[in-house]
């Protein structure tokens, strides 16, 4: 096998692909073939390591006398460990055939030390590994970002009006199209253009008469960019021109619409900061529909320039929590503002919730609220109705506001908690769960704070209440195998070969933690930050924080790649993943991340003897 093919093969595998071209062909240009039959022994424990191996062909497993720890197969490689400290821990014996490329250690060792970015990785524990996974995947989202077109960005409608329209109804003009600028086209059919700031620094300036010709404080030789033209060559079109501002044309040549610097820099910015203000501004469902279409721009964007996910699902949170209350403040009867408090559940209540999904959502009516109930289920009902044109789905388990049981005064969900707390099914301990994680999206928060104070006082004296909340995490196993192989369910024939990544990681993470900080009386309802505060409360140690950390970062960034990847398809968003679509480090740290969920459960199961419930 020629050197070429070796060093297409490094490229495949995960650090070794960050080499650099000089040690790349140093690295290759070591590398032996190596044959080994089944049950041969490659590395003994106890000895002193000779190579490191990256196999071809085969399946090798890592042992400590008869258990096995971990096995490795195609395109994955072993030990580093070992010949960084010159001493094997364990035995590595192939499970079949196996044909390998074997790199002497010194050759290794000395690659290793004058690389930065390997000595790193190989010198990282777990959680560091997960945090630091990233920016190869990364850089291929963020080229995504070079090919945006022009209609990508926000382009302002195209009005059009005769050359001489009085400046007055120009003006007017304006003001009811919500565009900042006009177009102009004269008897010869030319098209001229005049903006907002004409008015101000050209009409009132000069004290023009409010009679006169719009055509006269207009500018014409405009310049246009094709709609599918690059976004990135519309701003270099822009700087070369010294403008502020271009007319955009579809392929017919027709007139569809102006951008402006604003939209460039909003688009490569995310243009977070002016999709709030627009929120703000909105003063219709009309102009919110069109302003929460930005939110999914808004998540691929920061998806592609490598922002850490907690901090997009904070950015989206906040959103849709603006979005919401908005829309609480459009539609609500002034007898529920500030007499009630419209809370969010569930995901969108933990701040975790970054594409839409299902609507969790309840209403705390204030008991001496005046509105009559008829109004109130009038009112929750429409409500329920236009989060589903916003695009939030109906809960399969109507948990939305026109269900009369999330929709109902405060004294009546202080009945409901007992009820829950006292409850022994899994709707009761499911319900808990799911309000423990409200936030106030809209009116009188201190509505929900006194309803968790008096959750906490309830449930303070109970340990079986404890017990029973976090028994749910022994209803999901995680898909890990003994052997470290990733397990299926055989049974569920769509999904064949697939992974739930929400109820074999994410959820029994999500669950632990949300009954250690309910035992713990935390208000937190993110689950970071309620890792954070029981870190500090020493329910949980400092790395094993970290790790947590990491862990569930990794799953809820891994499974929003799938779903973005998904929705691009056309394909149903969901919470499954097929590992053959990881490369060999995503598969590596998902394995890692699996492990540290288990280690997690299996604190849970000591910590309140689950065993015995």
């Known amino acids: 096998m020629g050197t070429q093919e070796q060093i297409n093969f490094l490229k495949t595998i995960y650090p070794f692909d960050q080499l650099s071209k000089i040690e790349m062909l140093e690295f290759s240009e070591n590398l032996d073939i190596l044959y080994f039959k089944k049950n041969e022994i490659i590395q003994e424990e106890g000895k002193e390591p000779s190579n490191l191996y990256l196999i ?189 501002r271009l007319v955009v044309k579809n392929y017919k040549e027709e007139i569809v619409g102006i951008i402006d610097q604003i939209s460039l820099s909003s688009f490569f910015a995310t243009h977070t900061f002016s999709v709030s203000n627009e929120i703000d501004k909105a003063q219709s469902l009309e102009e919110l529909k069109d302003t929460s279409k930005a939110f999914l721009k808004i998540i691929k964007s920061l998806y592609a320039k490598g922002v850490k996910i907690t901090f997009i699902a904070k950015l989206v949170n906040q959103l849709n ?93 202080k009945e409901l908690i007992y009820s829950w707390i006292m409850g022994k099914t899994g709707d009761d301990f499911m319900n808990l769960a799911i309000f423990y994680d409200a936030i106030c999206a809209s009116g009188n928060r ?57 109820r074999g990681g994410i959820f029994i993470l999500v669950q632990s933690i949300r009954t250690l900080s309910l035992e713990n009386k935390l208000f937190r309802t993110n689950t970071i930050k309620r890792i954070k505060e029981l870190n500090k409360l020493n329910v949980i140690d400092d790395e094993f924080a970290k790790e947590l950390e990491e862990a569930f970062n990794f799953l809820t960034s891994i499974k929003l790649k799938s779903n973005l990847e998904k929705l691009e398809s056309g394909k149903e968003v969901n919470n499954y993943i097929n590992p053959e679509d990881l490369n060999t480090m995503e598969k590596d740290l998902l394995k890692d991340s699996f492990k540290i969920v288990n280690k997690l459960k299996k604190k849970l199961e000591y910590h309140y003897k689950l065993s015995y419930v």
């Open 446 to 502: 201190q509505l929900l704070i006194e309803l968790k104070q008096y959750l906490f006082k309830l449930g303070s004296n109970s340990q079986s209440f404890y017990m029973n909340f976090a028994k749910v995490i022994t209803s999901f196993d995680v898909p890990l195998g003994f052997f470290d192989g990733f397990v299926f369910n055989s049974e569920d024939k769509k999904h064949k070969n697939e992974i739930d990544i929400k």
């Open 56 to 244: 071809i062909k085969g399946i090798v497993q890592e042992k400590n006398s008869e258990e096995v720890l971990s096995i490795y197969s195609e395109n994955e490689f072993f030990d580093p460990i070992s010949l960084i400290e010159n001493f094997c821990k364990h035995t590595f014996i192939t499970a079949q055939e196996t044909i390998c490329y074997a790199l002497p250690r010194d050759i290794f060792l000395k690659i290793l030390h004058g690389n930065q970015k390997l000595e790193r990785y190989f010198f990282q524990s777990i959680s560091e590994k997960l945090n630091n996974n990233t920016l190869h995947e990364k850089n291929k989202e963020l080229a995504n970002m070079m090919v945006a077109k022009v209609k990508d960005a926000k382009v302002h409608a195209a009005v059009i009006v005769p050359f001489n329209t009085s400046i007055y109804e120009a003006a007017k003009t304006i003001k009811e199209k919500r565009v900042p600028t006009l177009l102009l086209k004269d008897e010869k059919n030319e098209i001229h253009i005049v903006t907002d700031s004409d008015f101000r620094e050209k009409v009132i300036l000069n004290r023009m008469s409010f009679d006169d010709s719009v055509g006269k404080i207009s500018s014409s030789g405009l310049v246009f960019v094709d709609e599918n033209d690059f976004l990135f060559n519309a701003q270099l079109i822009m700087s070369k021109h010294g403008l502020k």
């Open 321 to 413: 929590r603006k979005l919401i209350d908005k829309i609480f403040e459009i539609l609500a009867p002034k007898e529920l503002i500030g007499n009630s408090s419209l809370i969010v559940m569930g995901s969108e209540g933990r701040a975790e919730q970054v594409l839409k999904t299902d609507q969790d959502n309840a209403l705390i009516i204030a008991d001496d609220c005046t509105l009559q109930d008829d109004e109130i289920h009038k009112f929750a009902t429409k409500f329920t109705e236009t989060l589903v044109e916003f695009g939030f789905p109906r809960c399969e388990g109507n948990i939305m506001l026109s269900n009369p049981y999330w929709c109902r005064r405060f004294s009546d969900f």
